[in-house]
């Protein structure tokens, strides 16, 4: 039997602003470790599962994820050496039900129709590899017989921020409920009948979609036509956008789960969070004496019961008690560690404000490499660019800026319009607007380049490209 491991990667983990943006969210991020991102860690644990345990070969992950955060992911999964999973680029995010059936769709265009999908949300921490694959071993048997398993956590405090499984005899699913109040959070957990829903199932793809197919059929329809006119490159499988656009949005919760007969839950007992605020992130991590969680460079003097991050300063609290602080080169979060939940409420104004800190961090990663804001001015923006070994930044053009590149360190290849150059350290070259250039990193070691850009307008959109190494 063989097990394929899907983890969805979409989302922009908007709870966790500043520190997690819409092009690098907060599964890309090394929330909990200094050495691996969420996803890496989700990764790492997968396919670290004992195949002679549980009788079944672990195969090449599934990664399902958005459009904009393609590259991100490809260079954290070859970073931890996965070299050969399956990339599928959602056009739109339209939840789990049809993420989960592109997964099955690609799984059965390669493997057997028995094949099973072990589906893991790319952003859940566990520490407890032993009981997670105990709890996989377990699930293996009910999904071989068809069932649709889902894995519930045993509650440890009346939480109402996740929702809820009533269980019975036999692995069977009673009930699936939503997020409740206090009181009746309160008693789930007295009456030890519930489970939280975790959000990862076990199942054989081809029961999946034959499930989706029967409840719902329109949702099913709309993903087979968008995966059928899906391209394909080197790195990622392109679903059609406007067929995906046509989907319905909808979890497999509510698309499958609570309409079939054949769902099943086993419980997981180890330790288990979806990290999804910074109270949950919170709750989480190790914390000192007096309850704090301090990352970072952060000095603290009578502070308890607190979540203090730093990214790119000291940073000093005196004096408070259960907040979240959280420093970044371009914003700072201070809040009451109760009100978490309400971090989207800042996220959605400064969308609708028309700024863009809920998109990027001053440190913005490409394919290429890096760029980071130095300075921007109202005619004026400093970036520092670092490009990879090897890589080429787009044939391109703008409309309504110029360029002047420093080479710092490293070996430039510059086009710039009909003349081509090498260009080393402390020597420099000036693009008008308009005029054609590359730039190209032709050595092995990383480039960097100031660029001094200086115009009317400075949006990525003002850029044209003529030719691109990475397809954008």
Request: net charge negative; glycine share 6%.
């Given at each position: 039997?063989?097990i394929?491991?899907?983890?969805?990667?979409?989302?922009?983990?908007?709870?966790?602003?500043?520190?997690?943006r819409?092009?690098?969210?907060?599964q890309?991020?090394?929330?909990?470790?200094n050495?691996?991102?969420?996803?890496?860690?989700?990764?790492?644990r997968?396919?670290?599962?004992?195949?002679?345990t549980?009788s079944?070969?672990?195969?090449?992950?599934?990664?399902?994820?958005n459009?904009?955060?393609?590259?991100?992911?490809?260079?954290?999964?070859?970073?931890?050496?996965?070299?050969?999973a399956?990339?599928?680029?959602?056009?739109?995010?339209?939840?789990?039900?049809?993420a989960?059936?592109?997964a099955?769709?690609e799984?059965?265009?390669?493997?057997?129709?028995?094949?099973?999908?072990?589906?893991?949300?790319?952003?859940?921490?566990?520490?407890?590899?032993?009981?997670?694959?105990?709890a996989?071993?377990?699930?293996?048997?009910?999904?071989?017989?068809?069932?649709?398993?889902?894995?519930?956590?045993?509650?440890?405090?009346?939480?109402?921020?996740?929702g809820?499984?009533?269980?019975?005899?036999?692995s069977?699913?009673?009930?699936?409920?939503?997020?409740p109040?206090?009181?009746?959070?309160?008693?789930?957990?007295?009456?030890?009948?519930?489970?939280?829903?975790?959000?990862m199932?076990?199942?054989?793809?081809?029961?999946?979609?034959?499930?989706?197919?029967?409840?719902?059929?329109?949702?099913?329809q709309?993903?087979?036509?968008a995966?059928q006119?899906?391209?394909e490159?080197?790195?990622?499988?392109r679903?059609?956008?406007?067929?995906?656009?046509?989907?319905?949005?909808?979890?497999?919760?509510f698309?499958?789960?609570?309409?079939?007969?054949q769902?099943?839950?086993?419980?997981?007992?180890?330790?288990?969070?979806?990290?999804?605020a910074?109270?949950s992130?919170?709750?989480?991590?190790?914390k000192?004496?007096?309850?704090?969680?301090?990352?970072?460079?952060?000095m603290?003097?009578?502070?308890?019961?607190?979540?203090?991050?730093?990214?790119?300063?000291?940073?000093?609290?005196v004096?408070?008690?259960?907040?979240?602080?959280?420093?970044?080169?371009?914003?700072?979060?201070?809040m009451?560690?109760?009100?978490?939940?309400?971090?989207?409420?800042?996220?959605?104004?400064?969308?609708?404000?028309?700024r863009?800190e809920?998109?990027?961090?001053?440190?913005?990663?490409?394919?290429?490499g890096?760029?980071?804001?130095?300075?921007?001015?109202?005619?004026?923006?400093?970036?520092?660019?670092?490009?990879k070994?090897?890589?080429?930044?787009?044939?391109?053009?703008?409309?309504?800026?110029?360029e002047?590149w420093?080479v710092?360190?490293?070996?430039?290849?510059?086009q710039?319009?009909?003349?081509n150059?090498?260009?080393v350290?402390?020597?420099?070259?000036?693009?008008?607007?308009?005029?054609?250039?590359?730039?190209?990193n032709?050595?092995?070691?990383?480039?960097?380049?100031?660029e001094?850009?200086?115009?009317?307008?400075?949006?990525?959109?003002?850029i044209?490209?003529f030719?691109?190494?990475?397809g954008?």
């Open positions: 039997m063989n394929i491991p899907v983890v969805l990667s979409g989302g922009a983990g908007s709870r966790l602003w500043p520190l997690s819409e092009y690098f969210s907060k890309c991020l090394a929330l909990t470790d050495e691996y991102s969420l996803l890496q860690k989700t990764i790492r997968v396919l670290s599962l004992d195949s002679l549980l079944s070969v672990i195969n090449d992950p599934i990664v399902v994820c459009e904009d955060q393609r590259f991100l992911i490809a260079q954290q999964l070859q970073s931890i050496g996965v070299k050969k399956r990339v599928l680029l959602e056009p739109k995010g339209r939840n789990t039900a049809p989960i059936a592109l099955a769709l799984a059965l265009r390669n493997q057997s129709p028995d094949a099973l999908l072990l589906v893991l949300p790319a952003d859940h921490e566990i520490r407890d590899v032993a009981a997670f694959e105990l996989v071993a377990q699930a293996i048997g009910l999904a071989k017989l068809g069932g649709l398993v889902t894995f519930g956590v045993l509650p440890t405090r009346p939480e109402t921020g996740y809820y499984i009533r269980f019975g005899d036999d069977a699913v009673l009930e699936f409920v939503e997020k109040n206090l009181e009746k959070a309160q008693s789930y957990l007295d009456s030890g009948e519930y489970l939280w829903n975790s959000g199932f076990l199942f054989k793809a081809s029961v999946y979609l034959n499930e989706l197919t029967l409840h719902r059929n329109d949702i099913f709309a993903v087979h036509k995966y006119q899906r391209t490159d080197v790195d990622f499988v679903i059609n956008s406007l067929q995906f656009s046509e989907c319905p949005e909808e979890s497999i919760d698309a499958v789960l609570e309409k079939t007969t769902a099943k839950v086993v419980p997981y007992l180890g330790d288990w969070s979806d990290i999804g910074w109270d992130l919170y709750d989480y991590a190790d000192d004496d007096a309850k704090n969680v301090l990352l970072g460079d952060v603290a003097e009578g502070v308890n019961n607190c979540l203090v991050r730093s990214e790119s300063r000291l940073v000093a609290a004096g408070v008690d259960n907040l979240v602080i959280v420093e970044t080169a371009d914003a700072v979060l201070v009451n560690k109760d009100r978490s939940q309400d971090v989207k409420k800042i996220v959605k104004r400064i969308k609708d404000e028309g863009e809920h998109k990027y961090h001053t440190t913005v990663h490409r394919p290429w890096t760029y980071q804001r130095v300075d921007q001015g109202h005619r004026h923006q400093v970036k520092r660019l670092v490009v070994p090897g890589a080429k930044l787009s044939l391109q053009m703008h409309y309504h800026r110029s002047h420093v710092v360190s490293g070996t430039a290849k510059v710039n319009g009909d003349k150059m090498l260009l350290e402390n020597e420099s070259t000036y693009i008008p607007a308009g005029v054609v250039h590359a730039l190209e032709p050595s092995n070691v990383p480039l960097e380049i100031i001094v850009q200086s115009g009317s307008y400075f949006g990525e959109d003002d044209v490209r030719s691109d190494h990475y954008r």
